[in-house]
């Protein structure tokens, strides 16, 4: 299985603190999804990096990907209480694997 | 542009019980999909389809049946109802498939008793 797996289980952390959540998985890919669930709502996607890519932005977030320890991390920067939430990355197989694979998530939550 | 709907939001269903649960999409996506979500198991893909009229089974497809007669379109049957499918159930669609952006719905939350 090339499921990700996130670290750690749950994060608390200050308002303004930066949150780091790791995903680390087993076989190659072609690219890895990070998304974002508030309780009780759907999955919200965040960043997909390619297998190519070692490092993508947007806004308060950064993704980095290293595919020679098979680990991604999601940072967020100076963060908010509404960035409270669990964050799954998803990775989508290479080769003849077209299987896109959530792991069981990273509960973040952000203490005003 | 509404995205991605479902309907139900909550059901209570009997053991035994039928149902269908309700996606639809406006944005012209071809890739459409169910996962359930369970605590602690993350999210698994129960069926998908690639276009109108083609559909196929994920990792864990037993007890569920879908069709996909239109593109906007992807409802999902469970046949006779058992508690191990209480769940929340989430549809997403994407343009092309499984390596591009999911867009999910707000999900349905069912319980079987």
């Known amino acids: 299985s090339q499921q990700g797996e996130e670290d750690p289980q749950a994060l608390s952390i200050q308002e303004g603190e930066n949150a780091t959540m790791n995903c680390s998985y087993k076989?190659?890919?072609?690219?890895l999804q990070w998304y974002r669930q508030n309780s009780g709502r759907g999955l919200v996607h965040l960043i997909l990096?390619?297998?190519?890519?070692r490092e993508k932005h947007s806004g308060r977030l950064r993704v980095t990907l290293d595919t020679s320890k098979k680990s991604s991390s999601l940072l967020i920067t100076a963060s908010r209480a509404a960035d409270t939430a669990s964050y799954f990355c998803?990775?989508?197989?290479?080769?003849?694997?077209?299987?896109?694979?959530f792991g069981k998530g990273t509960l973040l939550t952000v203490n005003p | 542009n509404a995205g991605v709907t479902q309907t139900p939001k909550f059901q209570v269903l009997k053991t035994g019980q039928s149902m269908t649960l309700q996606c639809a999409q406006d944005?012209?996506?071809?890739?459409m999909s169910w996962y359930r979500q369970d605590p602690g198991m993350g999210l698994r893909l129960i069926h998908y389809?690639?276009?109108?009229?083609?559909?196929d089974q994920g990792e864990v497809p037993n007890g569920y049946n879908v069709s996909r007669s239109t593109t906007e379109d992807f409802p999902l049957r469970l046949l006779s109802a058992a508690p191990s499918q209480t769940s929340v159930y989430f549809c997403?669609?994407?343009?092309?498939?499984?390596?591009?952006?999911?867009?999910f719905g707000p999900g349905t939350r069912l319980l079987v008793l």
């Open positions: 997403a669609s994407s343009t092309q498939g499984q390596g591009e952006t999911q867009y």
């Open positions: 389809s690639v276009g109108a009229g083609i559909t």
């Open positions: 990096i390619r297998s190519n890519e």
């Open positions: 944005m012209n996506h071809e890739y």
């Open positions: 998803a990775t989508f197989g290479g080769g003849s694997n077209y299987k896109l694979t």
């Open positions: 076989t190659s890919i072609n690219n």
